[in-house]
């Protein structure tokens, strides 16, 4: 057994766990210095495009479910994640996200915003 102290962090202070794919996504987070969500990418309509990206959870709603056709989509995780970190998250709010030895601690700098362009991070080779 170990002895552990547990923190209480202060109640206005929100944190949120990236899980970015059981780490797959984790370089690119912390090169990048972004955290984003691909469900999104399938659904979303052009007139959302560009920062700041703040549609009401009902506008979300109905992008999903005329994407599925299903309203049982829309009440499914991916509408919660994205409703999450689109309408939830704010700026000063902490971030947590896991590599494969290593937890990484951020804070939220901006509002969300939509850009198409491709994340990548440079592949480390050897140990």
């Given at each position: 057994?170990t002895s ?9 202070r929100?944190?949120?766990i990236?899980k970015a ?6 370089d690119?987070?912390?090169q ?7 469900h999104?990418?399938k659904?979303l309509k052009?007139?959302f495009?560009?920062?700041?990206f703040?549609?009401?959870s009902w506008q ?10 299903d309203k049982?989509y ?13 309408n939830?998250?704010?700026v000063g709010d902490?971030?947590?996200t896991?590599?494969?030895?290593v937890?990484?601690?951020g804070r939220?700098?901006s509002?969300?915003?939509?850009d198409?362009?491709?994340?990548q991070?440079q592949v480390?080779?050897?140990?």
């Amino acid at each position: 057994m170990t002895s552990l102290k547990l923190y209480e962090p202060p109640k206005e202070r929100r944190y949120w766990i990236a899980k970015a794919n059981a780490g797959k996504y984790f370089d690119i987070f912390c090169q990048n210095s972004v955290i984003a969500i691909g469900h999104l990418n399938k659904f979303l309509k052009q007139e959302f495009t560009g920062p700041p990206f703040k549609p009401e959870s009902w506008q979300i709603k109905n992008m999903m479910t005329e994407y599925k056709g299903d309203k049982k989509y829309c009440n499914s995780n991916n509408y919660g994640q994205v409703n999450s970190f689109v309408n939830e998250m704010s700026v000063g709010d902490w971030v947590l996200t896991k590599g494969e030895d290593v937890v990484r601690v951020g804070r939220v700098e901006s509002e969300p915003w939509v850009d198409s362009s491709p994340l990548q991070a440079q592949v480390k080779i050897g140990p």
